[in-house]
C-alpha cells in the first residue's frame, strides 16, 4: 500500500553529539577491566619462573606515575634544602614541611568523596602543590622565627604570629581556592581530566589550609620543645664532665 510508505525528510542540520558521558563511561568502563584483569592475575597459580607483565598503554600509565612518584620526591627534596639555606637550620624547614600530609589527605578525600580515581591527571596536580602548600607555613614560621630572635618565648611567638599572619594566609589560600573552581566544574571535551586535577588542587589546599594551619604550630611546638630538651641535657652533660 502506498499509504504505508514513510515519509522521507532531507535534514541537512548537524546533530550534537554528547561525548562526555560517553567518555566518563568508557574510562570507568576501562579501570573496572583493568582492576579485574589484575585481581585475574594474582590468583594465577604461576609456575617456577613464568611471570607477567603488562604492556602497552598500562605499561606507559605504570612508567608516567613512576616519573610523577620520583619528581614529587625530587620536588620535596629541592623545597627542603633550599627552606634550610634560608632558615639557616633543619627545625624550621622539617616543621614546614609537616604540612605536605595534610594536602595528600585533603587531595585523597575530595577524590573519594567525587568518586575519582588516582590519575595522571591527579599527580601533575599534586606535583603543583608540593611548591604551593607550603607557603602559608612559611609565611607563619618566619613571623615565629623573627618574634623569638626579639625575645618572645617560643609559645607566645606562636600565639602572636597566629593573631598577625592569619588573615593574609587565608585571603592567599582561598584566593587559590576560588581560582581552581573553574577546573572543578569543569565540562565538555577534555573534561575528565581538567575535572580530577582540580578536585585534587581544590581540596587539598583546603586540607593544608584548615588542619595545617592549626596543626604546624602545635608540630613547630613539639619540635622545638624536644630539641630544647636535647640541647639542656647536653649542657649538664657537659658540666658533669667539666
Not at 590468583?43 to 606507559?60: F, K, P, Q, R, W
Not at 605504570?62 to 620520583?70: A, C, M, V
Not at 582561598?174 to 577534555?190: D, N, R, Y
Amino acid at each position: 500500500m502506498i499509504g504505508d510508505v514513510p515519509d522521507v525528510l532531507d535534514d541537512a542540520r548537524p546533530r550534537p553529539v554528547e561525548r562526555g558521558k560517553a567518555k566518563d563511561d568508557e574510562s570507568e568502563n576501562r579501570e573496572k577491566y583493568l582492576e579485574g584483569m589484575r585481581r585475574d592475575v594474582d590468583e594465577l597459580d604461576l609456575l617456577t619462573g613464568v611471570t607477567v607483565e603488562t604492556g602497552g598503554v598500562t605499561a606507559d600509565i605504570n612508567e608516567t606515575f613512576t616519573q610523577l612518584g620520583l619528581a614529587m620526591a625530587a620536588a620535596i627534596a629541592i623545597v627542603y634544602f633550599i627552606l634550610v639555606v634560608t632558615f639557616g637550620g633543619g627545625l624550621a624547614p622539617f616543621a614546614i614541611l609537616f604540612s605536605l600530609p595534610f594536602a595528600v589527605i585533603g587531595a585523597f578525600a575530595g577524590l573519594f568523596i567525587t568518586g575519582q580515581t588516582i590519575s595522571v591527571s591527579v599527580m601533575m596536580g599534586m606535583l603543583m602543590l608540593i611548591g604551593i602548600v607550603v607557603t602559608n607555613a612559611i609565611v607563619l614560621v618566619d613571623r615565629v622565627i623573627h618574634m623569638e630572635r626579639e625575645g618572645m618565648t617560643v609559645r607566645n611567638a606562636l600565639l602572636e604570629a597566629g593573631a598577625t599572619r592569619l588573615r593574609p594566609i587565608l585571603m592567599t589560600s582561598f584566593a587559590f581556592i576560588m581560582g581552581v573552581v573553574p577546573l572543578v566544574l569543569s565540562s565538555g571535551a577534555g573534561a575528565e581530566m581538567r575535572h580530577a586535577m582540580g578536585v585534587a588542587v581544590f581540596s587539598g589546599m583546603l586540607g593544608v589550609t584548615f588542619f595545617g594551619l592549626l596543626l604546624t604550630p602545635v608540630f613547630y611546638l613539639v619540635i622545638r620543645a624536644y630539641v630544647d630538651r636535647r640541647a639542656e641535657k647536653k649542657a649538664v652533660l657537659e658540666e658533669a664532665h667539666a
